[in-house]
Each structure stands twice: as C-alpha cells, then as structure tokens.
C-alpha cells in the first residue's frame, strides 16, 4: 500500500517562529508532490507545489528530497493566520496519496 | 467565478436508503474525483474520473458508484448507505486526465451521518 506519512503534531508556536514540516511517501514511483493548507471543517486548498529543485513562495519553502524520499515545508515568521492543517500530496498518476496532515497552531 | 459545488452540503439518513451526492465544476477540467476524510485517516480517494465516461476506483470504492456522463458533473451514488460511510466527502477537479500530476480544485464538502 502505497503511504504518505507525516507527524500530525499539533506543532504549538509563537508568532514569527520558524517551523518545519517534514513528510515521507514510499511510493518511489511518484512524480508530483504537494502541500495544500485545510483550515478547520474547510476543503483543502492548495499551497504550494514541489519541484525538484525545491520552491519558494514568500515566507514559505518547500523541498524535495527524492533519495530519502521525503518532502518539507518551512515557514518563516508565523502569522497566527498560519494556524491550519497541512496536507502533503504524492502523486503518480492517477490516484494522490495524501498525508493525513500536520497540525500548526501559532499563537500570540 | 470558478469553482467546484457540491450539493447536499450535510445530509443525515438511515441506513438503506439510496442518495446521491452532487458535484459540478465550471473549469472545463478533464479530472474529477471524490474522497471521504476521516479522523486519524486522512483524505482517501473513492472514485476518479479522468474524463466523460472514464471512471475508475480509488483506494476506498466499496460501498460507493460514480457516473460521468458530462464533463461537468460527477455525481456520488450510496446505493445502500451504511453507519460506516458516515463522513465528510470531498469532490475536486483538476485540469488534465492524469489529476495527480496538477493542482486539484476541492468542493467546500459534504458532511454525511448515516444513522
């Protein structure tokens, strides 16, 4: 069975905290690779993908490490509007395989 | 504005008796999906469609059919519900056939009690 794993945390920190999210996938055969922020009871949305040669989106940095089959995400100086559900995303096909995601609280 | 609607957005029913839950997007995408999301369990993939006509099964198929006979619509069958299908279900879109390659658009969710 194909699996996407993450530390579901909660991560608590404070604001402007540096945090870091790590997550596995063990299909070796997959191709494309996500991160998608879900707030409470909301759908999913996507935040960044993650390309080979890592990717930066403002405060946000995501690599890819193939060999060790893993993919991460920073944060740089947390807003409490960071607080959330993360969700990696490996996919191959047609199916994505999600991580059951990590929890971020930033608090004041 | 583009979007992915669902409908119903909660519904509460007893075991056995059919639905259907809805799902349209107006993106034109070739790919569509459901999923159900559980505590601890994450998002698991139900049914996809990679484009009209093209259905096929996820991780989690049983208990549930899906039907595409327009580009637009996805709808979700529980022929005979059970208190197990009890859960929030996602549909999503995507542009290209081979969905797990692009960013998938996710409808706002259906949240299902079967009693």
């Known amino acids: 069975r194909k699996e996407v794993e993450q530390d579901p945390g909660p991560f608590n920190v404070p604001e402007g905290a540096t945090v870091a999210f790590n997550c596995t996938y063990s299909n070796s055969a997959s191709q494309s690779f996500f991160w998608y922020r879900q707030d409470c009871r909301k759908e999913p949305k996507l935040l960044m993908s993650v390309y080979s040669s890592g990717n930066e989106d403002g405060r946000f940095t995501a690599q890819l490490n193939r060999a060790s089959q893993y993919i991460s995400l920073l944060i740089r100086d947390s807003k409490l509007s960071d607080s959330a559900t993360y969700l990696c995303v490996a996919g191959g096909s047609y199916i994505p395989t999600f991580g059951r995601g990590t929890s971020l609280i930033v608090h004041p | 504005e583009a979007q992915v609607t669902q409908n119903p957005r909660y519904l509460i029913t007893v075991t056995g008796k059919k639905l259907t839950v809805t799902c349209s997007q107006n993106m034109n995408h070739e790919y569509m999906s459901w999923y159900r999301q559980d505590p601890g369990l994450g998002l698991r993939q139900i049914y996809y469609s990679m484009n009209v006509e093209v259905t096929d099964k996820g991780d989690v198929p049983e208990g549930y059919k899906v039907s595409r006979k327009e580009k637009r619509n996805f709808p979700l069958i529980l022929e005979s519900p059970s208190p197990n299908q009890t859960s929030l279900y996602f549909c999503?879109?995507?542009?290209?056939?081979?969905?797990?390659?692009?960013?998938?658009?996710f409808g706002p969710g259906t949240r299902l009690t079967v009693l």
């Open positions: 999503a879109s995507s542009l290209s056939g081979t969905g797990a390659y692009n960013e998938q658009f």
